[in-house]
């Protein structure tokens, strides 16, 4: 479902921000005007509306490569693009850098224009190895000052500051980021994960330095930060946790056949980001191993939307954003003649779901 705002309900979101029960915003003190306003939409629409989101919807999808930012899996099955797009920074120096109809910084200024929400993702290169994100050599003490990899770790931040503040709207306003680093962190497969590859402590450093070196070093005020641990049998929710200055939004990773056994946890999660003046999502989300392994009837009706939708407490995460579709057997968004491309559409019609523009007057 698509939304349409008035200039007056625009006017008193502005004015007020948070009302009722709802938490009232903890940022920086200098983030720009439009990332507080995002802050504050976010807030607004989460009691009775789930934003839509998809990891690099317009970079690809089953059968196809962008050949500018238009086309999407999402658009081509529900005739509409997400309110949420996901992207990555892997490796800065090469993906940052890129310009032109088909890079990173062209599809995201492409979702802001059509009234999306960017958030990006970090899955960094082990500094220590060269090696993928998925080398567990211990790498989080090389990082942190005093480090052997400290310096280079700081001219990877520079890029990312430079691409940040490179990101304007036709205005030459700057463009708000959801940031979402050391994702998933109290997993053992990434090599920041903890403890299993570094401390708490070492991991709540590596957290406030980069929050810090972009904020202050770098003045990269367009960002909310996203914390997003993977859900775990443990409570694990605050292991290496920065403290609340250092954090915008609180996000679960959570692959599982369905939400309704989950309950629990996502309402904890809202418990615990109103309770700190927080944005609680779903950050990441989805049927383990994608739709190709899928067993479920309706994975996203009964599965994904009736526990959220149904439960008053759970309902208000912010939104959810799905894995990407790298291809049919690496795919969480159906195209339009797959099996759940259905299903999807029963999900996109609902009055709860929110899809395409959401930050524009219309």
């Not at 693009?81 to 890079?103: A, L, N, V």
Request: glycine share 8%; with cysteine.
């Amino acid at each position: 479902m698509s939304l349409t705002f008035s200039s007056t309900i625009l006017c008193l979101f502005i004015c007020l921000g948070c009302c009722g029960n709802l938490p009232a915003a903890r940022m920086e003190p200098d983030v720009t005007p439009e990332t507080r306003a995002l802050f504050e939409r976010l807030n607004t629409l989460r009691p009775d509306y789930l934003l839509f989101g998809h990891q690099h919807t317009t970079e690809y999808g089953i059968g196809w490569k962008a050949v500018d930012t238009e086309d999407s899996d999402v658009k081509r099955t529900t005739g509409e693009f997400p309110s949420m797009y996901g992207w990555d920074f892997f490796d800065p120096k090469s993906t940052t850098q890129e310009r032109g109809g088909t890079s990173m910084h062209a599809h995201i200024l492409a979702a802001h224009n059509r009234g999306g929400i960017n958030t990006i993702c970090w899955h960094a290169p082990n500094p220590v190895t060269g090696g993928s994100f998925y080398d567990t050599t211990a790498a989080v003490p090389a990082l942190l000052p005093g480090g052997e990899k400290h310096e280079a770790f700081k001219n990877d931040l520079d890029t990312i500051a430079t691409f940040l503040h490179d990101l304007r709207d036709p205005s030459g306003t700057l463009i708000p980021i959801i940031f979402r680093p050391w994702h998933e962190h109290n997993g053992n497969w990434f090599w920041w994960g903890t403890p299993h590859h570094c401390t708490p402590d070492e991991f709540a450093t590596l957290w406030c330095f980069t929050v810090d070196y972009l904020r202050k070093e770098k003045e990269a005020h367009n960002l909310l930060f996203a914390w997003s641990p993977n859900w775990s049998l443990k409570d694990e929710y605050f292991l290496g946790y920065p403290g609340d200055a250092y954090v915008d939004i609180f996000g679960y990773d959570l692959y599982v056949p369905s939400l309704a056994l989950f309950l629990p946890a996502l309402r904890k999660l809202v418990e615990r980001a109103e309770e700190r003046g927080k944005i609680p999502a779903l950050t990441e989300i989805g049927y383990p191993n994608g739709l190709s392994k899928c067993t479920r009837e309706k994975p996203f009706t009964e599965d994904l939307l009736v526990p959220l939708r149904d439960d008053p407490t759970a309902k208000r995460v912010a939104w959810i954003l799905l894995w990407r579709n790298g291809s049919e057997d690496h795919l969480w968004v159906p195209p339009p003649e797959h099996v759940y491309a259905e299903d999807f559409r029963t999900f996109y019609a609902d009055s709860f779901t929110l899809f395409g523009d959401v930050l524009h007057i219309q």
